[in-house]
């Protein structure tokens, strides 16, 4: 079955730390992964896909097929970065658009 | 700009009435969905709807039902509301093909007393 989870939580770090979230997959064939984000009071919103090999917001994210990982690293964390961040999985051969979701992390940055 | 909206932001209603909520979007987005959103658990996937009349059950669809009469609108119905029906609901619409980008509503927090 597919399955995404984050293990964590809450993660809370300091400004100008490195945050790495972390996320892990389970599907037989080819997913496509992106990272969500709802900041307070705001709409959840794409922060970034896999298939883009972009960097947003100084966050970075690699498919790692082997370990089934997505993390999502940031060098150093800003206070505006604290927010609450989803993992998804959506079929590679899927044109519905469907998506599966982690348990999600709150990203806390303190100053 | 686009746009997913959702009729209702915060709705108290009590156990056993039927609750109807709302979504429309302008993108005109073949596929829409319903997922709930509680803390520790995630987005979960209530119903989704690829066409107009078509509809699928997602991961939870015990105690909702959905309509897609015209492209733009889906609604959630929850027949007859219960306290652990008490979340948040979001309305998402994405467009065929893979690699398109889901925009998601803003919310609608249903309190069920």
């Known amino acids: 079955a597919q399955r995404v989870t984050q293990p964590e939580k809450l993660l809370s770090v300091f400004k100008g730390a490195p945050v790495e979230l972390k996320c892990n997959y389970s599907?037989?064939?080819?997913?496509?992964l992106f990272w969500y984000v709802q900041y307070s009071r705001q709409r959840l919103q794409l922060l970034l896909r896999h298939i883009s090999r972009e960097s947003i917001k100084g966050f970075t994210a690699d498919l790692n097929k082997g370990e089934t990982s997505f993390h999502l690293k940031k060098p150093f964390a800003q206070e505006e970065d604290s927010a609450m961040y989803y993992c998804a999985l959506r079929q590679g051969a899927s044109n519905t658009g469907k998506l599966i979701f982690g348990q999600g992390t709150t990203l806390q940055v303190k100053p | 700009d686009v746009k997913v909206t959702q009729s209702s932001r915060y709705l108290v209603k009590r156990t056993g009435e039927k609750v109807f909520l709302e979504c429309v979007q302008d993108?005109?987005?073949?596929?829409m969905f319903w997922y709930r959103q509680d803390p520790g658990l995630g987005l979960r996937l209530i119903y989704f709807s690829y066409d107009v009349k078509m509809k699928e059950k997602g991961d939870i669809p015990e105690g909702y039902s959905v309509s897609r009469e015209k492209k733009e609108r889906f609604s959630l119905i929850l027949e007859s509301a219960s306290t652990n029906q008490t979340s948040m609901y979001l309305c998402?619409?994405?467009?065929w093909g893979s690699g398109n980008t889901i925009y998601f509503g803003e919310g609608s927090w249903l309190t069920v007393v």
């Open positions: 998402a619409s994405t467009s």
């Open positions: 993108m005109d987005h073949e596929n």
């Open positions: 599907y037989s064939g080819s997913p496509e």
